[in-house]
């Protein structure tokens, strides 16, 4: 996290996300992943080694793609309920 935003000067040094953003992309991708791999083993029945073929960078690619938008979203809600030290509106 940036101490400041480079656009407005922003001070956003007291905001953190903390491990929120983690704990959403596993559940998220945990319901996703799960789901998916039921289907297929339901539908197709593949060797345990096509599982992880499939679900294996799905997991990783996805779990980089959402930690950057789940840690912006959870600060943005963070700064809009005044949490941790963001200043109120004038």
Same mark, same amino acid.
């Given at each position: ?7 407005? !000067? &922003? *001070?956003?040094?007291?905001q *953190? +996300? #903390? *491990? !929120?953003?983690?704990? =959403?992309?596993?559940?998220? @991708? !945990? %319901?996703?992943?799960? #789901?998916? +791999? ?5 539908? =197709?029945?593949?060797?345990? $080694?096509? /599982?992880? @073929? %499939? $679900?294996?960078? &799905?997991? %990783?690619? !996805? +779990?980089? +793609?959402? @930690?950057?938008? %789940?840690?912006? #979203? @959870? ?5 809009? /309920?005044?949490? &941790?030290?963001?200043?109120?509106? /004038?």
């Amino acid at each position: 996290m940036r101490p400041a935003c480079t656009v407005c !000067g &922003l *001070d956003l040094s007291a905001q *953190d +996300a #903390g *491990d !929120g953003p983690a704990v =959403f992309a596993i559940l998220f @991708l !945990g %319901l996703i992943v799960v #789901g998916l +791999a039921a289907l297929v083993e339901i539908n =197709f029945s593949p060797p345990i $080694w096509v /599982h992880l @073929l %499939l $679900w294996a960078p &799905l997991i %990783l690619i !996805g +779990a980089v +793609a959402m @930690l950057r938008p %789940l840690k912006a #979203g @959870l600060i943005a809600l963070q700064y809009r /309920h005044r949490r &941790l030290g963001a200043s109120p509106p /004038h």
